[in-house]
């Protein structure tokens, strides 16, 4: 039986979520000022998010780690046996990692590597991490593998709130920004990420309360009558997760549980401190 390896980028927070298989991280390095940092390995995440709430002043940015790092995990994964790699990636829409990474695959020799873009960020990549050595670790094949990490792609939505919109804004993540540089600092917009996999702004809201609500209003709009799993990403803001949860719960007490998970510095940079998520996949 061929062995498979399972890689991620950094922006999935696998870190921060236990879990019994060995999966090998594509870390940023996140920048602050004139200091660089290792994602989580130099840099935590309550570590940046108290770093640029402290000094608002220090803008973060991001920086891909190198093809040869790539490169570099694809031949340990091939010199420890495994004969396919699948490296799950954050959007192309929002990083050149996935670009990065099929070159590095292009490079080496001796080991397939598929290169799979979750064409999501957070959580959506954890979940098709776990469930890709979830279904290697019961003999399935690459190909029933790669069939379910696309159920696990088309079948998943997220929306999300920013409390400051200048980060994605600079950072050049919001792909529809233009209507909104103007007033960057008084609009807290409903944001998604489309099925292209790239974030863009839903509707205009004043406060950042409402768009909370409003998070949730259309999660409830979209999940009502089918089977699916929530989830809440947060950039390291209980209070939010609180608020959220509550008012999800409050409509849906058959859920009895909703499970969080906080955004990793090379993610937290691009949304800032606050930033709420809630998200839902669908289940066959």
Request: proline share 4%.
């Amino acid at each position: 039986m061929k062995k498979l390896g399972v890689m991620v980028c950094t922006n999935a927070a696998l870190d921060y979520i236990p879990h019994k298989y060995d999966i090998p991280i594509i870390r940023s390095r996140i920048l602050m000022g004139d200091k660089e940092y290792i994602d989580y390995e130099q840099l935590t995440a309550e570590q940046f998010y108290e770093m640029i709430v402290a000094d608002p002043s220090l803008f973060p940015r991001t920086m891909m780690a190198p093809t040869g790092e790539m490169l570099e995990t694809y031949e340990k994964l091939r010199d420890q046996g495994c004969d396919e790699i699948i490296f799950i990636t954050i959007s192309n829409k929002m990083s050149g990692t996935y670009g990065n990474a099929v070159l590095a695959a292009k490079m080496v020799e001796g080991v397939h590597v598929t290169v799979f873009d979750s064409l999501s960020v957070g959580y959506i990549e954890v979940k098709m991490a776990l469930t890709a050595c979830e279904m290697a670790e019961k003999g399935a094949s690459l190909e029933e593998i790669l069939k379910e990490l696309e159920w696990i792609r088309d079948h998943n939505r997220i929306y999300f709130a920013v409390d400051n919109l200048k980060y994605l804004v600079k950072n050049g993540r919001l792909s529809n920004a233009a209507g909104f540089v103007a007033d960057v600092l008084k609009i807290k917009p409903l944001l998604m990420i489309n099925a292209e996999g790239a974030v863009v702004s839903v509707e205009k809201i004043r406060t950042t309360r409402r768009a909370m609500e409003r998070v949730v209003e259309k999660f409830l709009e979209e999940t009502v009558g089918k089977e699916y799993e929530p989830f809440i990403i947060h950039a390291n803001n209980p209070e939010g997760v609180d608020f959220i949860r509550g008012l999800v719960l409050a409509a849906r007490p058959e859920l009895k549980e909703i499970k969080d998970y906080i955004l990793t510095p090379a993610v937290g940079a691009h949304c800032g401190p606050k930033a709420m998520t809630i998200g839902y996949l669908l289940k066959h």
